[in-house]
């Protein structure tokens, strides 16, 4: 995804110019082509793959170097001579292979949406050639317009056979200085959803589309919602955020929908720190990601989850109208009342404990807690002894097996209460 630097022959399937080469933001090289290898998914070319070819020889590119687990490039090598160019469309060439080897319309559903979504976004498909199956998905990568319609950059190839592999294999000259995905469809209406990526989008477009329209029929209007995505990955989907920031301030409010993973939950950090707080809310749904919740059948949930978002909870702060919600809440919960004795407490919890929620009690001394009469107190040694025959120096089995020596034991004469739990254990 890095800069575009040249076409030059492929050395593993002969095309004279099907290779081209991109140079990466860390100085590393990787190569797609667009000839024979893609057909049979071996496109993509990584650094170490150009390094140990003819190619390699003749661009001056040298092997990494792998430290304990980081990357390392050796200075040593000699960079390329090239001059570096500037993002720039995809070639017409590289495009009229392109379009040779794929297609825009699907006759079924992938993962639950129909071509004509794909068709939206302007997605393209290309297809095992024994099995009839897809063997990749090409997501436009857009960087403003020309004569009034996207510049077309370039294209992220999400590769399915023969093994699924979901990194981005760059077709053109793209990054995350270009346009956040489907930019070309955005009405400037009041929210803008962002998803952990381009399939999500899709998925997400589709879901609240078709809702508006179900509501449509009913006499109702639903508002439209933009719905996009970073080009680069969730992982540095904050980094293409920042970059178009200008455009994405404009939206009144900005729903975060990533993945429901670490990884998600990284990117949902970073995007917090860039995104505006008095603008952002945060989503959250059952399944991991929109396609998943699309492929579940969990649309309803889905859209549930759009208009419920939340603001994000930063630390050491919680905003009034949050309490006041939680307020509500605990107030309309079964109450399980206490006992009689503890009719203060029972006032102050506004008729006792709720049902559903784990709670203890805890007395501090010389509030009239004790034993009742013939209770077994285990002994250090494992032997027990009814409660009123403990003494003073008598050691006993603390909770984490370790000996609790016994220094003072009081006795007295109050209302006792036993509490029965459903299984049939108690105490008094």
Same mark, same amino acid.
């Given at each position: 995804?890095?800069?575009?630097?040249?076409?030059?022959?492929?050395?593993?399937?002969?095309?004279?110019?099907?290779?081209?080469?991109?140079?990466?933001?860390?100085?590393?090289?990787?190569?797609?082509?667009?000839?024979?290898?893609?057909?049979?998914?071996?496109?993509?070319?990584?650094?170490?793959?150009?390094?140990?070819?003819?190619?390699? /020889?003749?661009?001056?590119?040298?092997?990494?170097?792998?430290?304990?687990? /980081? =990357?390392?490039?050796?200075?040593?090598?000699?960079?390329?001579?090239?001059?570096?160019?500037?993002?720039?469309?995809?070639?017409?060439?590289?495009?009229?292979?392109?379009?040779?080897?794929? =297609? #825009?319309?699907?006759?079924?559903?992938?993962?639950?949406?129909?071509?004509?979504?794909?068709?939206?976004?302007?997605?393209?498909?290309?297809?095992?050639?024994?099995?009839?199956?897809?063997?990749? &998905?090409?997501?436009?990568?857009?960087?403003?317009?020309?004569?009034?319609?996207?510049?077309?950059?370039?294209?992220?190839?999400?590769? &399915?056979?023969?093994?699924?592999?979901?990194?981005?294999?760059?077709?053109?000259?793209?990054?995350?200085?270009?346009?956040?995905?489907?930019?070309?469809?955005?009405?400037?209406?009041?929210?803008?959803?962002?998803?952990?990526? *381009?399939?999500?989008? &899709?998925?997400?477009?589709?879901?609240?589309? *078709?809702?508006?329209?179900?509501?449509?029929?009913?006499?109702?209007?639903?508002? *439209?919602?933009?719905? #996009?995505?970073?080009?680069?990955?969730?992982? =540095?989907?904050?980094?293409?955020?920042?970059?178009?920031?200008?455009?994405?301030?404009?939206?009144?409010?900005?729903?975060?929908?990533?993945?429901?993973?670490?990884?998600?939950?990284?990117?949902?950090?970073?995007?917090?720190?860039?995104?505006?707080? /008095?603008?952002?809310?945060?989503?959250?749904?059952?399944?991991?990601?929109?396609?998943?919740?699309?492929?579940?059948?969990?649309?309803?949930?889905?859209?549930?989850?759009?208009?419920?978002?939340?603001?994000?909870?930063?630390?050491?702060?919680?905003?009034?109208?949050?309490?006041?919600?939680?307020? @509500?809440?605990?107030?309309?919960?079964?109450?399980?009342?206490?006992?009689?004795?503890?009719?203060?407490?029972?006032?102050?919890?506004?008729?006792? @404990?709720?049902?559903?929620?784990?709670?203890?009690?805890?007395?501090? #001394?010389? =509030?009239?807690?004790?034993?009742?009469?013939?209770?077994?107190?285990?002994? !250090?040694?494992?032997?027990?002894?009814?409660? !009123?025959?403990?003494?003073?120096?008598?050691?006993?089995?603390?909770?984490?097996?370790?000996?609790?020596?016994? &220094?003072?034991?009081?006795?007295?004469?109050?209302?006792? @209460?036993?509490? #029965?739990?459903?299984?049939?254990?108690?105490?008094?």
């Amino acid at each position: 995804m890095g800069v575009f630097i040249t076409h030059t022959a492929c050395p593993d399937c002969g095309g004279s110019d099907s290779l081209a080469i991109h140079e990466e933001e860390d100085g590393t090289y990787n190569g797609t082509c667009w000839s024979k290898c893609t057909a049979i998914g071996n496109g993509y070319k990584s650094h170490n793959k150009l390094a140990g070819s003819e190619v390699g /020889s003749q661009l001056g590119i040298t092997p990494i170097k792998k430290h304990r687990g /980081s =990357v390392a490039v050796d200075n040593r090598s000699k960079k390329i001579s090239l001059k570096k160019k500037k993002l720039t469309p995809v070639s017409q060439e590289m495009l009229e292979k392109l379009r040779e080897m794929t =297609v #825009t319309r699907l006759d079924a559903p992938y993962r639950s949406i129909e071509s004509k979504w794909y068709e939206m976004f302007r997605c393209r498909f290309s297809f095992d050639e024994e099995s009839g199956d897809i063997s990749a &998905i090409y997501y436009p990568v857009t960087k403003g317009l020309k004569n009034d319609k996207p510049a077309l950059m370039g294209f992220h190839k999400r590769v &399915i056979l023969p093994n699924k592999d979901f990194r981005a294999y760059p077709a053109g000259s793209i990054g995350k200085e270009c346009d956040m995905f489907g930019k070309f469809l955005w009405k400037n209406c009041s929210r803008l959803v962002i998803t952990g990526g *381009e399939q999500d989008t &899709i998925a997400a477009k589709k879901m609240h589309e *078709e809702y508006r329209n179900r509501q449509q029929r009913k006499g109702k209007n639903i508002s *439209e919602i933009d719905f #996009t995505s970073s080009i680069t990955g969730e992982g =540095v989907a904050a980094e293409q955020v920042r970059l178009n920031y200008d455009d994405i301030d404009k939206y009144d409010e900005i729903i975060l929908d990533m993945d429901g993973d670490e990884a998600g939950e990284s990117a949902e950090s970073a995007l917090l720190d860039v995104l505006p707080v /008095s603008k952002v809310k945060v989503m959250r749904y059952s399944s991991k990601d929109a396609n998943a919740a699309l492929i579940a059948s969990e649309e309803a949930e889905y859209i549930g989850a759009i208009y419920q978002a939340k603001k994000p909870k930063l630390a050491g702060i919680h905003g009034g109208i949050e309490l006041l919600e939680d307020m @509500y809440k605990e107030s309309s919960f079964q109450k399980l009342p206490l006992p009689e004795f503890m009719e203060d407490m029972n006032r102050m919890l506004e008729g006792g @404990y709720n049902f559903g929620t784990f709670n203890i009690i805890a007395g501090d #001394t010389s =509030v009239g807690k004790c034993h009742g009469k013939d209770v077994p107190i285990l002994m !250090q040694d494992t032997t027990t002894k009814m409660s !009123q025959d403990v003494e003073v120096g008598d050691v006993l089995m603390g909770p984490d097996g370790s000996p609790r020596k016994v &220094i003072s034991t009081h006795t007295g004469v109050d209302t006792m @209460y036993k509490v #029965t739990q459903s299984k049939g254990c108690h105490t008094q």
